[in-house]
Structure formats: C-alpha cells, structure tokens
C-alpha cells in the first residue's frame, strides 16, 4: 500500500521524495525521443541540447554516466555568498528556493563532480542553515500573540517550525485568554502587552522543542 503523506507524517524523506520531482536541466550523452511521466513530456534527448527533466530522473541518468547535470543558477559560489551576505544583515529571511537544501544536498552528494567548487558551496550552504536555523530560534522566542506573516520559508525549515509553532500559539492563545478575563476594563494593546510579557517570562526552551526538531534533520542535511 502507497503511503499516505499528511501534516502529521510529514518527515525530512517526505520532503525530499517531493523535491526529487523539481526540474532540472541536463545535458545528455544519448539520443532518444520523448517520454512521458504523469502526463507531462520529457525531452527529446540529442546530446549536446539541454533538456529539464525531473532531478530523480537526472540523477538515474548521471548513475548510468548518460548526462550531465547543469548546475542551478543559485548553487554558484558568487550567488550563495550573495545570499549569506543578505541573510547576514537583515532580520527578514531571504529568497531562496523552496527545495534549495534537499536539491543542494542530493547535488553535493551525487554530482559533485558536475558542481563548480564544491567544497566552498558545502560551507556556504552550511553557514547559510546555521543562519536561518539561528532566524527561527530567535523569531521563536519573540513571538507575539498576533498573526505574523513569515516570507521566505524553505520546506525544511517549515518541517523544522510547524510542531513548535502549533504549541507557541496555543500556549499564546490560552494566555491571552486567561488575561482577558482577568482585565475587563483593560484595552486590547494592554492585554497584548501583558500577554507578551507573561510570555517573556516563560522559558522558550519549555514550550518548544526547536532543537530536537533540528537535531532529527541534521543527519539528512549534513553536507560534508
């Protein structure tokens, strides 16, 4: 029986198995006519003509020495440094493909020899992680009882926040709640402001779990 993939058993795999099925372009070294995959055409193959195929299919082919796979545009040393550099200074997150840690780690560990300096991508890609990992725990801990509206996110780093999430906001919820029955005659932003305070007072590291959840990824997106 198929697995059933859902928000509860949503893993690192799972994630993985849906970025395999992002294209990515190829050169190949045999010839052959178009084939289709869940109604969708591939091809045809004519070396030396590029073509996109899904990375699954690329890598089969580079496992068989049939193709060579052409690097990502934003998996480049100069477009990485850039991409740390911004995730440096400012608060926000920066944009980066949604999939960009699973492709960059299937990359890295099957095509290295098609990648241009793999050894300064590998550290690049992981001061980038540290970063953003470094972004949630922050954010984590200053989270306010309001909607927020977070940019950016790649699916690794929404597997690592959801289950935290979900229990910040309900911990956040039922504080506010009690402190709305207390301060009747109080204003919103007050009570807002007592909220954020009581929550200041928590332990974060009670209510969340943020480095478990990283811990439980590190050995899938280890890139050494």
């Not at 480049?76 to 999939?99: C, G, H, M, Q």
């Not at 989270?143 to 926040?161: T, V, W, Y």
């Not at 007050?190 to 200041?200: A, N, P």
Request: proline residues 5%; glycine residues 4%.
């Amino acid at each position: 029986m198929d697995k059933i993939i859902t928000s509860d058993t949503f893993t690192a795999e799972d994630i993985k198995f849906l970025a395999e099925y992002e294209l990515i372009t190829i050169e190949p070294f045999f010839r052959a006519d178009t084939f289709s995959l869940s109604g969708i055409e591939y091809g045809p193959f004519t070396p030396p003509i590029k073509t996109n195929v899904p990375i699954w299919v690329a890598l089969t082919l580079k496992s068989q020495k049939l193709c060579k796979i052409i690097s990502p545009s934003w998996l480049t040393v100069e477009n990485l440094t850039i991409l740390l550099d911004s995730e440096t200074k400012e608060t926000r997150f920066s944009a980066v493909p949604f999939y960009y840690a699973e492709i960059s780690r299937m990359l890295l560990q099957s095509a290295e020899d098609d990648l241009k300096s793999p050894g300064e991508l590998r550290m690049l890609l992981q001061q980038l992680k540290e970063k953003r990992e470094n972004k949630i725990r922050i954010g984590l801990a200053n989270l306010e009882p309001i909607p927020h509206k977070i940019n950016n996110i790649s699916a690794r780093e929404i597997h690592i926040m959801r289950p935290t999430f979900v229990m910040v906001f309900d911990s956040l919820r039922r504080i506010q709640e009690t402190t709305l029955k207390k301060s009747s005659g109080q204003n919103l932003s007050e009570t807002t402001r007592r909220t954020v305070d009581i929550m200041s007072s928590q332990n974060i590291d009670d209510l969340m779990d943020i480095e478990g959840e990283i811990a439980d990824y590190g050995e899938f997106m280890t890139y050494d």
